[in-house]
């Protein structure tokens, strides 16, 4: 049965003439909400670096744990997105279940989704992170861009409900999901199923290396079949895998759907 949303569709404001004081300039415009706790937003925006040793309240300093930074609104906005995502694939597609729903939502909120949102949308440019990680590129990595799109919606969700994240979710997602017309297959699953067919084993992955500070770590995952060889880079071991066989299944002219 299809989930109908009474609510009216909702349209992201497209520019806020006020800008709230102690965030960065243009980040209510790319959120489309102006913030009754602006502290929210701002916490939203701070990358993990650049809270580390600095003060907080009281005399207390943060400590290397992320405290003070996005991860907590990454959390919560993990949960929401995954609940508007649902609901919109449920709207749009009535007559699919739940094993077809399934990757559908998983591939409209992976990793590789958010952070292409989250460049579409401009928000590497309002990131606060520390100065060393900025001249690194800590901007341009694909775990640190979906954490804090996923962070955003946190702060939306905690600021003014799901009507907000809803319209923010539903305006930054649209083209992705309107370019999704058949269920997406997950890269692993893909060569799985193209070793099998040709009678050949199961891949075997390998990890290369693992870069980057302990906070921050990035994986690089291999995998080799039919005399080709993928290579995956990625902040955890499963979307590492996931970009490897992805990688190696474009190189064998297969592709992917994803």
Avoid: C
């Avoid at 907590?72 to 906005?77: T, Y």
């Avoid at 075997?204 to 693992?210: A, G, I, K, P, T």
């Amino acid at each position: 049965m299809a989930v109908r949303d009474p609510l009216v569709p909702p349209v992201l404001v497209d520019h806020l003439t006020a800008h709230q004081p102690g965030v960065p300039l243009h980040a209510e415009e790319i959120a489309g909400h102006r913030f009754a706790r602006p502290d929210l937003l701002r916490e939203a925006l701070t990358h993990r670096s650049a809270v580390s040793g600095k003060p907080l309240s009281r005399g207390r300093t943060a400590p290397s744990t992320g405290a003070g930074s996005n991860e907590r609104l990454e959390f919560i906005g993990d949960r929401v997105l995954g609940l508007l995502i649902a609901e919109w694939l449920a709207e749009r597609f009535p007559d699919e279940q739940e094993g077809k729903l399934g990757p559908r939502l998983a591939a409209l909120v992976s990793q590789p989704a958010l952070a292409a949102i989250a460049e579409r949308i401009g928000l590497p440019a309002v990131l606060s992170v520390a100065a060393g990680e900025s001249r690194a590129g800590v901007r341009k990595l694909a775990t640190v861009l979906a954490d804090a799109t996923e962070a955003l919606i946190g702060a939306l969700y905690l600021d003014g409900g799901l009507v907000p994240a809803r319209a923010f979710v539903r305006k930054a997602w649209d083209e992705t999901m309107r370019t999704q017309a058949a269920p997406p297959k997950d890269a692993k699953t893909g060569l799985q199923e193209w070793l099998l067919g040709r009678g050949q084993k199961l891949p075997d992955y390998e990890l290369v290396s693992r870069e980057g500070p302990p906070h921050d770590p990035v994986f690089v995952i291999a995998v080799a079949a039919g005399g080709q060889r993928g290579e995956g880079r990625a902040g955890s071991k499963r979307m590492a895998e996931r970009l490897a066989a992805e990688d190696l299944l474009n190189k064998l002219g297969v592709g992917t759907t994803t």
